[in-house]
DNA sequence: CTTGAAATCGCAAGCTT
DNA sequence: AAGCTTGCGATTTCAAG
């Protein structure tokens, strides 16, 4: 279903590249790569149609948008049943706040990434969304000091 | 330093559908916000130049590029002093599995968003770049069953 | 902010190897 | 089958009102 996918040096190329800044030109593509612009539209192209490619996301600074806080949240849904996760997801997703979520194994069951005006506010969100609902057994806060991106993501080096 | 930006009705209404899919056309951006394209042009240009566009990301499907299985690492370093956390961000975010990183308060001090091909080589991850460095206390590994992302990114309702 | 025109880009068709 | 070149329509971009 998700197999890893058979990609050469130039589909690397333009992968390390697009990533870096994924509205490069075909044309400064071809340039930096060495192959003609239309090659990289054909490339661009079967990355997309066989899932390597899942799309353009603009990065947005959270602190530029009044949200100058941000914090993950662990929490332990209880009980851990269908019925009662999928509707959790559903809301956790949906709040302004949040920007990632995560189901995980171990103790804590879920990891919300969320962004915040204030402690105040933090507090709120965590009060009102979260320990409040029935199954919300546990949460645990911690702050954000400082995030980075990593490099671009490839292949294991062996490769292929 | 990153003080809240003030953006208006067409801003906001912009950086939504942006954020929905990063490579629409000003054209498009125009017919759907009610402004002439170059507004647009004007506007994701300002938006761009105060910081609050930080750059269009490609989003990468780690499973079909050999990377089925992601974990959180959350990382003790002790000692936790700046001569020895400035080198171990650099070597972490140097790491070719590592997706994010995350300085934290709580017990904890860092969490790895990590992507790597199997469990063997998970297992090898956490042996070979961080239980086996002299700086690091404790490593606590959970996989990821799942994630989401959610909705964009906008001001406080009350903002503006 | 809009209009309008020029430069650039995306994209498909045809050609070559 | 894969890549290159060409050309047209769409888009971006800039100057002027």
Chains 1, 2 share one sequence.
Not at 12 to 25: E, G, S, Y
Not at 40 to 55: N, P, Q, S, T
């Amino acid at each position: 279903m998700a197999d890893s996918a058979v990609l050469d040096a130039v589909d690397l190329h333009i992968l390390r590249l697009l990533q870096n800044d994924a509205r490069t030109t075909y044309r400064d593509l071809a340039a930096e790569v060495g192959v003609a612009p239309s090659t990289c539209l054909d490339r661009v192209a079967r990355l997309r149609r066989i899932g390597v490619i899942l799309g353009h996301q603009l990065r947005v600074d959270p602190a530029k948008l009044g949200r100058g806080i941000e914090a993950l949240l662990s929490v332990q849904v209880r009980p851990h049943r269908r019925e009662l996760i999928g509707p959790f997801v559903d809301r956790i997703r949906a709040l302004p706040e949040s920007r990632a979520l995560f189901h995980l194994t171990g103790p804590d069951d879920y990891l919300v990434h969320v962004a915040v005006t204030d402690t105040a506010d933090l507090q709120r969100l965590v009060l009102d969304e979260f320990t409040s609902q029935r199954e919300v057994a546990r949460v645990e806060t911690r702050l954000i000091f400082q995030q980075w991106d990593c490099g671009p993501l490839l292949p294991p080096a062996s490769g292929r």
